[in-house]
């Protein structure tokens, strides 16, 4: 019955994680219906001009097109959102004053000062009540999320078999060698206004010929590295590239680095960025972690795609048995991702995307724009 079931769970995603109403009351156009409870225009916009003044910050523009785009997904987020406070009234499921004050008071703390906090609010041009309602949603939310999750269980039989079945891939370390290298540049990789030549070619590879002859010669392989290589991102920790695994080098680089044992330096090796001299410093032949090492990492992977499951499964159901009315065009999307009646073939990799419904940790750095972001 779900076709596009990617598209509905990016819409639960979002509704879940983001409360985005300012304005709780007015008189607004109408733009959906959710069993009879408006969704407002004043509140579609507020969320759009947050956005608009993140993006402008970031330097970005939001197209037409884009625009619509969001609005649609605004609308499709806020009309779950309420689907989901009627859920949490008729199981009388509320967010207290004090578990509010409590996350609104961490958001505050993290800030040098209240009115520096009060500086962020304007900055980005929202005010107490948006972010109280924030908070208030997210609170609520989490209490119905820990609700519908809470029977979810993973065995040692189920942690054991997803292990066995990922072990020669997920779990497998490949073979890595820990390199270093001298690099001695082509001018033309560094700055676009030279172009490729041989003199300039020529004398790249003098400049790696006299610091191989000053290796050969017992110079220190660190501090030519230090003194001469050209790659400035590695050459103040002695040219420390760190491990590498196969296909992350260009093919004669990698292909001389393996060949390589623990404290061995290589020929002079040729690149598109240059010429290379290696030194590889440890060894790590390809490994299979041990159950017992990862398990915990994997109950826990396995408890968050199960709780992802079933959120989405409740999630949908509550959409389903929603009378959910259009008012505005472009509408959204529930109602058609609902109805269509093609079968989307299993796909674990959508269920990975939804993630696990829960928030905590997120007011941890307290960030008001953090706080807002995260939760969009």
Known sequence: MRKNINGLIKIIVLAGLAAVIIFMAGCSETVALVNDIPVRQDEVDAYVNFLMVQSSEAGEEISEEELKEIEVNIIDSLIVLKILDGYAEKNNIITSKEELDTQMQAIIDSYENESKFEDDLKRMNIDREFLEYEIRNQILRNKIYAEVTSGVIVTEEQAEQYYEENKDGLFTIPERVRVSHILSAF?????????????????????????????????????????????????????????????????????????????????????????????????QEETVQEYEEIKEDISTYLSGTYKAEKWEKFVIELIEDAEIEYLKEPGGELNELLDEEDEAPDDTDEADEAESGEDDGLLDDGNIEDFINENQ
């Open 187 to 283: 001018p033309w990789t560094t700055d676009d206004s030279i172009e490729e030549n041989e003199q300039d070619r020529d004398k790249t590879r003098e400049k790696i010929e006299f610091v191989n002859q000053q290796l050969e010669n017992g110079a220190e392989f660190g501090d030519m590295a230090r003194e001469y290589s050209d790659d400035t991102s590695t050459s103040a920790d002695g040219g420390d590239l760190g491990f590498i695994t196969r296909g992350q080098m260009e093919e004669d680089f990698e292909k001389a680095a393996f060949a390589l044992e623990a404290g061995e330096v290589s020929d002079i090796i040729g690149t598109s960025y240059g010429y290379h001299i290696l030194k590889v410093f440890d060894r």
